[in-house]
């Protein structure tokens, strides 16, 4: 199988954020839509990284060595929040 392990490390971090930006900042949505919205543009903004698994242990720790550490998969993703919540497109 082949999976782009920095979308695993976007996907385990962008609910944390998401939680912590939309507390932060009253009348941020988090509905289905505007979340997957963040997190398309979050991937655009980095890296892609592939690498073949045959499990569905993934290798988090490695993935964000690869894309520079959780501050830049945050940064990312504060990006991509800013973007539709300009911009919504729910
Ligand atoms: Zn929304």
């Given at each position: 199988m082949i999976k782009n392990y920095i979308e695993?490390?976007?996907?385990?971090?962008?609910d944390d954020v998401?939680?912590?930006?939309?507390?932060?900042?009253?009348?941020?949505?988090i509905c289905p839509r505007?979340?997957?919205?963040?997190?398309?543009?979050?991937?655009?903004?980095?890296?892609t990284r592939y690498v073949v698994t045959d499990?569905?242990?993934i290798y988090t720790?490695?993935?964000?060595?690869?894309?520079?550490?959780?501050?830049?998969?945050i940064a990312a993703i504060l990006n991509g929040l800013q973007i539709v919540k300009t911009n919504p497109r729910h």
């Open positions: 695993l490390a976007v996907e385990e971090m962008l998401l939680e912590s930006y939309a507390k932060k900042n009253p009348g941020t949505c505007c979340r997957l919205d963040v997190m398309a543009l979050a991937l655009n903004a980095l890296p499990e569905g242990g720790k490695v993935a964000m060595e690869q894309v520079g550490g959780r501050a830049q998969v």
